[in-house]
DNA sequence: ACCTGAACACCGTTCAAGT
DNA sequence: ACCTGAACACCGTTCAAGT
């Protein structure tokens, strides 16, 4: 099936930019994981910026739709966040993987405009799930200092996420997390 | 002079990378910037991973002499860590760079272990400064609660960072670090 | 001590050619 | 519709050769 060889590239390159980032992205390592040569990865990919603008999009659209699923969990707040928390503590705990698009965010020079709009959609998408999360707790708060905050919070954790990974070590993580929620900024 | 070469080659490397990463930095355009040829620039980094290590060494370095001297300037608690985002701040203002520690830190998994480590010191150096900043403040608190927020102060700070160049926008940046600040967590 | 040209195995991309 | 081999200009690296 040729629709599987285009799943099978999404899916070994995805792996392949978690862990080594996009720039380091090879279509002949590529084709090598997938069974096909190098030329026939351009068939499903024109070029290696398309393939960057595919992953993001897809990862935006499994974002959105796992958090939009998250939020009719009637959890508790503390739970829904650390559930959220969750997620991206299982990327450092598979090989030292990284978020997706906090990897291409600091690939930001590397990309393509269509790669660059799906890494903000992927940021839009996430910051708008905690907005909820938070509102629903400080039902009271302006609409900016709620933006705001759920911001913060997207950006403090992909920084305990690329801190722990640069240190290869999840303890950190976990370390920094405590941290944050010591400090009040998840409450 | 080849000293100064050298130098040379150390200075737009450190630009390439903040700006584009190390992965993509290329030998032979670097060689084009300080008027060599490629081959030449093995001669002074054997490696490219050689040259990862130096730029990070230094890197550390000098941020260990410039934040030593910052703590003499006996600023308040807020004017330091004001001053200590301003250099953040500083470097997304220049073509959107990143802290190059932060961008070797998601370069992780192609890095040598000699960068490595001293990505490693980079980030003890500013935690270490932070902690000696927060503890000016909460003397009373616990050497663990202490040397914890300090760690998550500088992940946040990394992560602002991060999520603000992956939107091409220093408004974002500014936006995180108020909303940091208005939880709590420098207080 | 410092630089170079040439070679090697890699890389993304293109394209005519196959089925 | 999907794949391929061959070519192109790139890449890091090595090395014998230059000054």
Redesign the interface.
Known sequence: MSTDTREAIMGAARAAVQ???Y??LSFRELAKDVGIKSASVHYHFPTKGDLATALAARYADEAQAYLAELLESQQSHDQLLDTYVAVFRAALERD?R?CL??????????LPDSA?VE??RF?AVNTDWLEKVFSSRHPKASAE?RH??A??I???????Q???????NIA?FD??I???K????FS
């Open positions: 862990t080594s980032g720039t380091a030292n990284m698009c906090g990897m291409m965010a600091a690939e930001y020079d590397e660059r890494v903000e940021t200092k705001a905050r911001l913060a997207f950006a403090a954790i992909e920084g305990a690329l801190v722990a990974r640069g240190r290869g950190f370390q920094i405590a941290a944050y010591d400090a009040g900024l």
